[in-house]
C-alpha cells in the first residue's frame, strides 16, 4: 500500500472519527436540555471524575504533554499547507 493510500484511510477514519464525536455531543446537549439536571448531573461528574483519573494514572509529565501539544499544532499545521498546495 502506497503511502499515499494510508494517508488516505487515516484521514478518512479521522474524519469519521470526528463526526462520530460531535454527534455524541449533539445528542448529549440534546439530553441535557430535555432531563433535569438531578438526572445528567452526576452521570457528567462521573465522566469528568473517570477522564481525571485516566490522566494521571498515564503518569505523563506536563513537560511531554505540552511537546505533544505542540508536535500535533505543528503536523496539523503541515497538513493545512499540504491541503491548500502550499
Known sequence: MSDSNQFDRLASKQEQNREDRL???????????????????SQQNRLVNTQLESARETGLSVDHEQRVR???????EDLSDDESGS
Open 70 to 76: 505542540s508536535f500535533a499544532a505543528g503536523a496539523s
Open 23 to 41: 454527534e455524541g455531543i449533539r445528542r448529549w446537549v440534546e439530553y441535557i436540555q430535555e432531563q433535569p439536571p438531578e438526572e445528567w448531573g
